[in-house]
T-cell receptor, first 113, second 115 residues
């Protein structure tokens, strides 16, 4: 069966520090991968999605970036965090050609101080 | 463009009462529709999905939803609320215009279950 991992589970970082969040999927090949953010009271916002290695699309302009160094690994990064980057970050995956259902990881709670 | 509207950001129900969460969508193509549930500090879990088969869809935990094309709705119901149903619920519609199986989510409805 497929599983998705995210780490760390929680993170407290000062403003201006770098960020690296990691997501790994097991048990499937060539998944579509997604990064979402939930800010307090603001619902679920799609940040990036990837349909393959080196194929990453950005949905909103921001100081975040994403990379996919391996087929089942998706990384969210920032060079300098802002207070507004605080939130709950969720990684998700789906099967290419499937009927669109996405499966979510457990999330990372980021607090920028 | 795809969009999802969930009526009511908060819903309060008594234990044993009907749970009804409303979702209306907009889509330029026949949609796939989903309901997800999120418990505090956890990821989203798929409750059920409509993918153009039966219009009444049954999901996990006793939930079901009915696709009504004429009303562009996909409301979620459960006949009898349980304390464990307290969570946030998200409706989502597929974005079939581009590659990547993207979903557009509604703003969510937080359910409080009173004993």
């Amino acid at each position: 069966s497929q599983t998705i991992h995210q780490w760390p589970a929680t993170l407290v970082q000062p403003v201006g520090s770098p960020l690296s969040l990691e997501c790994t999927v097991e048990g499937t090949s060539n998944p579509n991968l997604y990064w979402y953010r939930q800010a307090a009271g603001r619902g679920l916002q799609l940040l990036f999605y990837s349909i393959g290695i080196d194929q990453i699309s950005s949905e909103v302009p921001q100081n975040l970036s994403a990379s996919r160094p391996q087929d089942r690994q998706f990384i969210l990064s920032s060079k300098k965090l802002l207070l507004s980057d605080s939130g709950f970050y969720l990684c998700a995956w789906s099967v290419t050609g499937s009927k669109y259902e996405q499966y979510f990881g457990p999330g990372t709670r980021l607090t920028v101080t | 463009a795809q969009s999802v509207t969930q009526l009511g950001s908060h819903v309060s129900v008594s234990e044993g009462a009907l749970v009804l969460l409303r979702c209306n969508y907009s889509s330029s193509v026949p949609p796939y529709l989903f309901w997800y549930v999120q418990y505090p500090n956890q990821g989203l879990q798929l409750l059920l999905k409509y993918t153009s088969a039966a219009t009444l869809v049954k999901g996990i935990n006793g939930f079901e939803a009915e696709f009504k094309k004429s009303e562009t709705s996909f409301h979620l119901t459960k006949p009898s609320a349980h304390m464990s149903d307290a969570a946030e619920y998200f409706c989502a519609v597929s974005d079939r215009r581009t590659a990547g199986n993207k979903l557009t989510f509604g703003g969510g409805t937080r359910v409080l279950v009173k004993p």
